[in-house]
């Protein structure tokens, strides 16, 4: 489906709406613009473009029918953070038009975030609803997130690389960017209005890309033929914003009339061992790493096992019991978990981790699936795989099926939030990067960025 932001354009109005009227859009001590959107447009409509929604059925498996979701149709960002991207830069645009105030967005990202923040400001300047006198954004990221980031031409270009620097952080904890971020805003935000003009807007707020998410439901109802049977949705997840989307999205169209099908919603949520924390915290109540099972080692397979009675919520096997799969998946205590919690209390559902040995180890048999939906991408050689979420997400599902996690008469639909190899994208040159050690670093950077 080309534009799925365009078509449902009132559907994510009717979101905004839904979250405004139950005081769920939240508020903090830093600037954020409105949640009015700009009117529909043949500019809006050329910039919405790249959120592009595809799928289909892909068969069945062990009698379960599987669907798939592909929200990678993006070729400048392969991942489902277009969508939240675009609606975050289509509020500063109508901030800027209702106000004249010019917006700087400032985002902390493990890369996917970055990259797809940055694509949608650049989308803007193309279709000539900003320029960098009116938008900008800085963006940090972890250095071990380096082999994830795209190169664009937005860094061609001395002026707008000027204006939309790209910060990095050599730390041991890729999760202090948020921190350093943060810390930022506070240091600076104020300096820069008052020099500038420049509102500086913190962007890491699960509701920006919740609203973006509710495409999914309307896109599923529209073209994935949702019945009688209950559906399960399975997603590499985080924070698992994705997921109160679609269920956001949902229950809209069930209270509209527009959602027809009988059939009940259940919500698989897919990790790796190094942050389980949504797991753990639907299985034990609780987010840390000791919930884990016990694992040792097994000298027939050179793997770590679980030991003793397996649960089959975690990998029977992995290489190592901290392993990190994919880089995106960085986040420890989500804010999101209570969250989670009521989602899966209110409509059922449960949690699964998968490692990277069962990942390789069905990689062709999901290659081979996913191909019948249309999504033939992923490279022969794994090796080659620069983002797992797709694959994650489909061998969770078919891990959960053989662990008898899903019943027989109920199916399951899969959601390809990011898949991207190597030469889908070059990666930046350190010399456009700039090093970020503390909140003061960042701060240089935004008041860098405004006075560019």
């Given at each position: 489906?080309?534009?799925?932001?365009?078509?449902?354009?009132?559907?994510?109005?009717?979101?905004?709406?839904?979250?405004?009227?139950?005081?769920?859009?939240?508020?903090?001590?830093?600037?954020?613009?409105?949640?009015?959107?700009?009117?529909?447009?043949?500019?809006?409509?050329?910039?919405?473009?790249?959120?592009?929604?595809?799928?289909?059925?892909?068969?069945?498996?062990?009698?379960?029918?599987?669907?798939?979701?592909?929200?990678?149709?993006?070729?400048?960002?392969?991942?489902?953070?277009?969508?939240?991207?675009l609606l975050i830069v289509?509020?500063?645009?109508?901030?800027?038009?209702?106000?004249?105030?010019?917006?700087?967005?400032?985002?902390?990202?493990?890369?996917?975030?970055?990259?797809?923040?940055?694509?949608?400001?650049?989308?803007?300047?193309?279709?000539?609803?900003?320029?960098?006198?009116?938008?900008?954004?800085?963006?940090?990221?972890?250095?071990?997130?380096?082999?994830?980031?795209?190169?664009?031409?937005?860094?061609?270009?001395?002026?707008?690389?000027?204006?939309?620097?790209?910060?990095?952080?050599?730390?041991?904890?890729?999760?202090?960017?948020?921190?350093?971020?943060?810390?930022?805003?506070?240091?600076?935000?104020?300096?820069?209005?008052?020099?500038?003009?420049?509102?500086?807007?913190?962007?890491?707020?699960?509701?920006?890309?919740?609203?973006?998410?509710?495409?999914?439901?309307?896109?599923?109802?529209?073209?994935?033929?949702?019945?009688?049977?209950?559906?399960?949705?399975?997603?590499?997840?985080?924070?698992?914003?994705?997921?109160?989307?679609?269920?956001?999205?949902?229950?809209?169209?069930?209270?509209?009339?527009?959602?027809?099908?009988?059939?009940?919603?259940?919500?698989?949520?897919?990790?790796?061992?190094?942050?389980?924390?949504?797991?753990?915290?639907?299985?034990?109540?609780?987010?840390?790493?000791?919930?884990?099972?016990?694992?040792?080692?097994?000298?027939?397979?050179?793997?770590?096992?679980?030991?003793?009675?397996?649960?089959?919520?975690?990998?029977?096997?992995?290489?190592?019991?901290?392993?990190?799969?994919?880089?995106?998946?960085?986040?420890?205590?989500?804010?999101?978990?209570?969250?989670?919690?009521?989602?899966?209390t209110r409509q059922g559902?449960?949690?699964?981790?998968?490692?990277?040995?069962?990942?390789?180890?069905?990689?062709?048999?999901?290659?081979?699936?996913?191909?019948?939906?249309?999504?033939?991408?992923?490279?022969?050689?794994p090796r080659k795989l620069?983002?797992?979420?797709?694959?994650?997400?489909?061998?969770?599902?078919?891990?959960?099926?053989?662990?008898?996690?899903?019943?027989?008469?109920?199916?399951?639909?899969?959601?390809?939030?990011?898949?991207?190899?190597?030469?889908?994208?070059?990666?930046?040159?350190?010399?456009?990067?700039?090093?970020?050690?503390?909140?003061?670093?960042?701060?240089?950077?935004?008041?860098?960025?405004?006075?560019?």
């Amino acid at each position: 489906m080309d534009n799925a932001l365009s078509r449902y354009y009132d559907g994510i109005k009717a979101a905004v709406e839904e979250l405004r009227n139950t005081r769920s859009l939240g508020s903090t001590e830093w600037f954020q613009p409105g949640w009015d959107l700009p009117e529909p447009s043949e500019q809006l409509e050329r910039f919405f473009a790249a959120a592009e929604l595809s799928g289909g059925s892909l068969g069945e498996y062990r009698g379960r029918p599987l669907w798939f979701l592909n929200m990678t149709e993006n070729p400048r960002t392969r991942t489902t953070k277009t969508f939240g991207s675009l609606l975050i830069v289509a509020r500063a645009l109508q901030h800027t038009a209702a106000t004249g105030e010019p917006v700087l967005l400032l985002t902390p990202s493990a890369a996917n975030k970055a990259v797809a923040l940055r694509d949608a400001v650049l989308r803007a300047y193309e279709t000539g609803l900003a320029t960098p006198e009116t938008l900008r954004v800085t963006v940090v990221v972890p250095s071990s997130s380096l082999p994830k980031l795209w190169d664009s031409p937005m860094l061609a270009n001395p002026a707008y690389a000027a204006a939309n620097p790209i910060g990095v952080f050599d730390g041991s904890e890729r999760e202090d960017v948020k921190k350093l971020a943060t810390g930022a805003v506070g240091l600076v935000a104020e300096e820069i209005r008052q020099a500038t003009g420049f509102r500086v807007w913190y962007t890491l707020d699960p509701n920006n890309y919740m609203v973006a998410d509710v495409v999914r439901a309307y896109y599923e109802r529209d073209a994935l033929t949702p019945g009688e049977r209950t559906r399960w949705h399975t997603h590499a997840v985080s924070s698992a914003y994705g997921f109160l989307g679609h269920d956001l999205g949902r229950r809209l169209a069930k209270r509209d009339g527009s959602w027809t099908a009988t059939g009940h919603a259940r919500y698989l949520f897919v990790q790796h061992l190094e942050t389980p924390d949504l797991v753990t915290g639907l299985r034990f109540g609780e987010s840390t790493e000791h919930a884990l099972p016990d694992y040792e080692f097994d000298s027939d397979t050179g793997l770590m096992k679980q030991a003793g009675q397996t649960d089959p919520r975690f990998p029977s096997v992995c290489y190592s019991t901290e392993e990190r799969l994919e880089r995106t998946f960085y986040t420890r205590r989500p804010p999101t978990i209570p969250r989670v919690q009521e989602l899966v209390t209110r409509q059922g559902g449960d949690g699964i981790v998968v490692s990277l040995h069962e990942c390789l180890q069905r990689y062709q048999e999901v290659r081979h699936l996913l191909a019948k939906g249309g999504m033939t991408r992923l490279p022969e050689d794994p090796r080659k795989l620069r983002e797992f979420a797709m694959v994650m997400s489909t061998v969770g599902a078919l891990t959960a099926i053989d662990r008898g996690l899903v019943p027989e008469d109920e199916e399951i639909l899969i959601h390809g939030s990011g898949a991207y190899s190597e030469g889908e994208f070059h990666s930046p040159d350190r010399c456009n990067l700039t090093p970020v050690a503390v909140p003061e670093d960042v701060a240089a950077l935004l008041r860098e960025a405004a006075k560019a």
